[in-house]
């Protein structure tokens, strides 16, 4: 397994329109974490899975945004009506579900979005 | 609530001495620590984590951070720097709910020839 990929790298997208992004997490991994990281700042949690419940959601994580990991595995985060304060790195993670493991977060590469 | 705390946002020393990143931690229960490392447009790379056992833990690349509960700190050091060492380190603690981490501000290390 080659850790946490996320597609796409870089999006650029107009101020209004919706992107979504894609989460693979490490397979043997059932919880699985968003945060955005804005420029000079520590990444900040979004929301968070366990399986496929999402059991928790930051008040960051306005009504424009929504996350969903169907089946358990990957993830996506879409934002509707972009906002150019929503310009950001968007990165996911994975820990598997097994104590004491379970607090080591396996970071991917993150998405980068730039709303113009 | 937890926090962490990074002292100095930009930390800078020659190639082959000591580095030395600072962090303070708030939490009520015992703390799980971490620092992470990123490079330009990557994404985070566990550094070394303590959760509970010996105070002074060792992570890759030569890292190694000890936890002091008097002083609340966990800070990063690393006997000699190397030029590829050059990255934004972030610390960071385990929420009491057990799933979310807490990060630090980050600070940006600048190693000189």
């Known amino acids: 397994d080659t850790g946490v990929s996320q597609d796409p790298r870089h999006k650029i997208t107009k101020r209004g329109q919706n992107v979504t992004f894609r989460c693979d997490p490490i397979?043997?991994?059932?919880?699985l974490y968003w945060y955005r990281q804005t420029l000079g700042q520590g990444p900040e949690f979004l929301t968070y899975?366990?399986?496929?419940?999402?059991?928790?959601k930051s008040r960051l994580l306005s009504d424009r945004f929504s996350a969903e990991r169907p089946k358990g595995s990957f993830s996506t985060l879409e934002i509707q009506r972009t906002e150019q304060g929503d310009s950001a790195m968007y990165l996911c993670?994975?820990?598997?579900?097994?104590?004491?493991?379970?607090?080591?977060?396996?970071f991917g590469p993150g998405t980068r979005l730039t709303v113009t | 609530a937890q926090s962490v705390t990074q002292l100095g946002s930009h930390v800078s020393v020659s190639e082959g001495a000591l580095v030395l990143l600072r962090c303070n931690y708030s939490?009520?229960?015992?703390?799980?620590l971490f620092w992470y490392v990123q490079y330009p447009n990557q994404g985070l790379q566990l550094l070394l984590k303590?959760?509970?056992?010996?105070?002074l833990v060792k992570g890759i690349n030569g890292f190694e951070a000890e936890f002091k509960k008097s002083e609340t700190s966990f800070h990063l050091t690393k006997p000699s720097a190397h030029m590829s060492d050059a990255a934004e380190y972030f610390c960071?603690?385990?929420?009491?709910?057990?799933?979310?981490?807490?990060f630090g501000a980050g600070t940006r290390l600048f190693v000189k020839a």
């Open positions: 303590y959760t509970t056992g010996a105070t």
């Open positions: 993670a994975s820990s598997s579900g097994d104590r004491p493991n379970y607090y080591e977060q396996y």
């Open positions: 899975f366990q399986n496929e419940a999402q059991l928790e």
């Open positions: 960071a603690v385990i929420d009491t709910g057990g799933f979310k981490t807490i």
């Open positions: 397979s043997e991994h059932n919880r």
């Open positions: 939490s009520s229960v015992p703390p799980y």
